[in-house]
Structure formats: structure tokens, C-alpha cells
């Protein structure tokens, strides 16, 4: 298979908007579930999502000569969502046998600091991305920019805010985040030609 960055972007969109469709069901139906299994499904199938645009973003970084800053940002918010994602795998459980309450607040905190994180990189590119559509789009194009900037600046605002104030804004910024993941995966679908290698 001939590696286009057109072929790339379109690849790294719908990883994308797969990971925001993840996080609604997670929202919607595998935190109110009990059990852990549907919880690890989950995680597992996220990880595997993630790993697609912190590869290909890379990858686009150097080939797509009109959005290497937004192809960098989600290749560093696809890395550090592979991390959070893998603390919560890997960590929450060890963390809650220890029986010290403070121990697994620690693992908890830094796997939220890093989602947020990585809500605010896609945040961020989802505003490059909407710059791109409103300079050189039609009307929808120009429509779907606009609303991915401000997406974008609710998404990074909202999770600074959750990286220095933690829980207290999870849902608000988890919210502006997958929002504009979603909308940055149809910019990227609407924006990205291979003339711009």
C-alpha cells in the first residue's frame, strides 16, 4: 500500500473520531456497567486507536508541508493518551490493592493530568486544522472551521484547567475534548490534499 498523505490523514481521522465515539460509549454505558471486563475491552480498544495517530501523525509531521504543528500535537496527544489509557490498565488495579488510599489518588491524578493533556494537543490541532478549513474551504468548510477553533480553544482552556485544578473539571473538559477530536476528524477528512506534500 502507497503511503499518501492524504491516505494518512484520512487513516488518522478515523482513528480519531473512532477514539471520541469510545469515549461517548464509555461515558454512556461502561460507567454505569459493573464488572471490569467491558471497562478493559474498552481501554484495550482505545490503546489500540491511539497507537494509529501517534505513528501516523508522526509521520504526516514531516510529510504535510501545510500542518506539521497540528500533526505533531496529535501525534504527542495520541503518545501521552497511549500512556494515561495504559495507567489505567496496568496501575488502577495494583494501586486500589495497596490498600492506601493515598497511593492509588497518586495514580489517579497523574492518569487524569495526562488525559487532559492529551484532550488539550487535539484541542490545539483541531484550531490549526479549523484555521486550514476557513482559509481555503466553501461555506460548509468555512462553517465546520469555525466550529473547530472554537472547540479547539474550549478544549485547551477547559483541560489547562483540569491539569491544575484536577477532577474538578473532568467531565467539562472531557466533554470540550472529545468534541473537538471529533470535529478535528472531519476537518483533517475535509482539509488534507496530497498537493500539500
Do not use: C
Not at 461502561?30 to 501523525?57: D, K
Not at 504535510?64 to 489505567?88: E, F, K, S, T
Amino acid at each position: 500500500m502507497t503511503f499518501s498523505v492524504r491516505r494518512g490523514a484520512l487513516i488518522v481521522a478515523a482513528a480519531l473520531f473512532a477514539t471520541a465515539l469510545t469515549q461517548v460509549f464509555y461515558i454512556t454505558v461502561v460507567s454505569n456497567s459493573e464488572g471490569e471486563t467491558l471497562r478493559r475491552i474498552t481501554w484495550v480498544t482505545e490503546m489500540a486507536l491511539f497507537s494509529i495517530p501517534a505513528v501516523v501523525a508522526l509521520v504526516l509531521a514531516a510529510r504535510d508541508r501545510v500542518h506539521p504543528l497540528a500533526w505533531a500535537a496529535i501525534a504527542v496527544g495520541g503518545m501521552v493518551n497511549l500512556i494515561q489509557v495504559g495507567m489505567g490498565l496496568a496501575m488502577f488495579g495494583p494501586a486500589q490493592d495497596a490498600g492506601d488510599l493515598a497511593v492509588f489518588e497518586t495514580v489517579l491524578q497523574g492518569a487524569f493530568f495526562l488525559y487532559f493533556h492529551g484532550k488539550a494537543m487535539f484541542g490545539l490541532a483541531a484550531i490549526g486544522f479549523g484555521l486550514s478549513a476557513m482559509r481555503s474551504g466553501g461555506g460548509l468548510a468555512k462553517a465546520l472551521g469555525g466550529l473547530g477553533i472554537l472547540a479547539g480553544l474550549a478544549a485547551v482552556l477547559l483541560n489547562l484547567l483540569g491539569m491544575t485544578d484536577g477532577m474538578a473539571w473532568v467531565q467539562q473538559a472531557g466533554a470540550a475534548g472529545t468534541i473537538a477530536t471529533a470535529l478535528l476528524a472531519i476537518l483533517i477528512a475535509m482539509t488534507v490534499r496530497d498537493e500539500n506534500a
